[in-house]
């Protein structure tokens, strides 16, 4: 029954260790690197995101494949010359970039989630979770239910700004599919000692034997 009780314990124990982090997709942008879709210009190791790009940059980062019960996903964002920058206080004249998580309304892009760029922030992390969404805003349900994530950028001053962006990864979280180990019940382990026990009193009688002949 200990070796019972025990056994239970380390199947509880392995399906619990596997609740975390259950992959990372990493997009790495640059000439000879991951090309993403639109076009924006590939630098040595990043991608020069414009907001005048005849083709502006969106990427699409597929989780399909990582197994289990997604409980968060976050968005890990590398870049640098996004600014905030306002001079004279008027950011309208300056550089305000925006990351943009795509929802279902992807004509409009009216529900995406908007969260401001800062370079002070860069690596800057994006968490998504059912939280996320609230009113028109629906990233999470619908990025879930595509098992995919869209991103692209967006940025609202009056002239023409570009930011360097070096990488994205998208870690998702939650708990991975396990095969649980069974265990045998109390019947069963009875049955396999029993016949263990009596194939130990046959060898037994078969080494007496030949003992006797000899």
């Given at each position: ?67 289990g ?14 600014g ?5 206080g ?5 550089e305000?970039w ?17 969260v401001?760029m ?45 930011f ?34 009596g194939?130990?009193v ?10 006797v002949?000899?």
């Amino acid at each position: 029954m200990k070796k019972m009780f025990f056994a239970s314990l380390l199947v509880l124990a392995s399906s619990q260790a596997a609740a975390g982090l259950m992959g990372s997709i990493t997009h790495d942008y640059g000439v000879g690197k991951f090309n993403p879709a639109g076009n924006d210009l590939l630098i040595t190791n990043s991608v020069v995101v414009s907001d005048h790009s005849s083709g502006r940059f969106n990427d699409v980062f597929d989780f399909s494949a990582i197994g289990g019960t997604v409980s968060a996903l976050e968005l890990v964002l590398d870049y640098s010359h996004a600014g905030p920058r306002c001079p004279w206080g008027l950011c309208f004249l300056g550089e305000t970039w925006e990351a943009r998580v795509q929802g279902s309304d992807s004509s409009a892009y009216s529900d995406d989630l908007f969260v401001n760029m800062s370079d002070a922030l860069s690596p800057q992390s994006i968490l998504l979770t059912s939280a996320s969404d609230s009113g028109a805003v629906d990233v999470w349900s619908h990025t879930l239910s595509q098992g995919s994530l869209g991103l692209w950028f967006s940025e609202s001053s009056w002239f023409h700004d570009a930011f360097a962006l070096n990488s994205a990864t998208l870690n998702v979280f939650g708990e991975a599919d396990t095969v649980p180990v069974p265990v045998p019940e109390p019947s069963s382990m009875a049955l396999i000692g029993l016949g263990l026990a009596g194939l130990a009193v046959s060898r037994r009688r078969r080494t007496s034997g030949s003992a006797v002949t000899k």
